[in-house]
Each structure stands twice: as structure tokens, then as C-alpha cells.
């Protein structure tokens, strides 16, 4: 038996491209004419290699949350001040949501549009979500250890106060005329993390 013709694709690259149109769009918006066409590849080629537009979604959504969860952690793990990597970070979301045409964050949207029956989608959000959280709750350990925090905070707390408050910027900036909302939650959230 002979092998077919070799992959004429990059395959990280048509995975990116069909996550910045599911981002864009979602889910039930997005149609297969419309992945292929900016995927750069055929019907055939989409299900030989990403299986049907369902998995080829939760493959999008991996690769969103692995992308995702790779930034942050470089970031938040960075030597210097926890308090301040942690400012970085919320001000360049803060300007990235406020954004026109920001299509927020894509697994945050997914929660909002997604039936929690289907459990495939919310394994992968959930596993998100969670490493996000743990990622938070490192950083602020961090902080606390170097004396940044106040040692009666409870860092686990804290860090599911920075996930819902992330997750909250993300979804109103798709919506908010100005980014006085977005800026009065960041810098309240700072403030309380400073003090």
C-alpha cells in the first residue's frame, strides 16, 4: 500500500487561522466554506487532518487556551516584582478589551454561548480556566512570600478574584463604549492587591 501525498499545509498555521475565524465568529456562526476558505485548504484536507468541524473547534480551543496559558505564565513567573507582573499584565488586557472590535477573550465568549451539556467544550474550558487560576495563585504566593501581600490574604482567593475579574473585562470590552468601566475594575483590583 502507498502512503498519500504529503501535507501541502503547515498544520499549526491552518489550526491558527480557523481559531481567529471561531474567535471572530463562534461556533454555530461559523460555517465550513468559510474555514476552509481561510484555512487555505480543502474539504478532504480538513477531515483527514482535524476530523469534522466539531473537533476541529476544540482543537481551535486548545490551541487558544495552550497559547493563552503559555503568555500569561512567561509573564506572571518573570523575575522582579509579582505585584507589578501582574500590573503589566491586567493594563495590556485593559487596552487590548477596550479595544474596537475586540472579540474578547475566546473561551471566555465560549462560556457565555455554550450549552454545559456538552462536555467536551467544558472539560477544555474548565482545564483553562483551572490553570489559569493556579497560575494566579503561584504568582501571588510569590508575592506574599516577598512580602508584597499582606500574609493574612488567602492567595487561592485572590486568584479566582483576578480569573473572574479577567474573564469580566474580556466579555464587557466586546460591548463598552469607553474603557471607564474596564480601567475602574482593573485599577480597583490593583489597588486592593497593593494594599
Known amino acids: 500500500m502507498t502512503r498519500g501525498p504529503n501535507k501541502q499545509f503547515d ?3 491552518a489550526l491558527t487561522k480557523a481559531m481567529e475565524v471561531f474567535w471572530a465568529h463562534g461556533y454555530e456562526a461559523t460555517s465550513l466554506s468559510e474555514l476552509l476558505k481561510n484555512m487555505g485548504i480543502g474539504k478532504k484536507s480538513l477531515y483527514d487532518t482535524f476530523g469534522n468541524k466539531q473537533s476541529l473547534f476544540l482543537k481551535a480551543l486548545e490551541h487558544y487556551a495552550n497559547t493563552t496559558i503559555r503568555n500569561v505564565r512567561s509573564r506572571l513567573y518573570t523575575e522582579g516584582s509579582p505585584i507589578k507582573n501582574i500590573k503589566h499584565l ?23 454561548d455554550f450549552n454545559t451539556s456538552d462536555e467536551a467544550i467544558a472539560k477544555v474550558l474548565r482545564t ?12 501571588l504566593t510569590r508575592a506574599q512570600t516577598l512580602g508584597e501581600l499582606d500574609n ?42 497593593e494594599n
Not at 488586557?93 to 479595544?99: A, L, V
Not at 483553562?128 to 504568582?139: G, N, P, R, S, W
Not at 479577567?166 to 471607564?180: C, E, F, I
Request: proline share 2%; hydrophobic share 40%; charged share 15%.
Open 128 to 139: 483553562y480556566l483551572q490553570q489559569l487560576e493556579d497560575i494566579f495563585a503561584t504568582t
Open 11 to 13: 498544520t499549526e498555521i
Open 152 to 193: 493574612q490574604a488567602n492567595p487561592r482567593n485572590l486568584a479566582r478574584l483576578l480569573l473572574c475579574t479577567t474573564q469580566g473585562v474580556a466579555l464587557l470590552g466586546r460591548v463598552m463604549d469607553d474603557d471607564s468601566t474596564l480601567a475602574g475594575a482593573v485599577d480597583s483590583l490593583l489597588s486592593f492587591l
Open 90 to 112: 491586567l493594563k495590556d488586557w485593559q487596552d487590548m478589551h477596550s479595544q474596537p472590535g475586540s472579540f474578547g477573550c475566546m473561551l471566555g465568549t465560549n462560556i457565555a
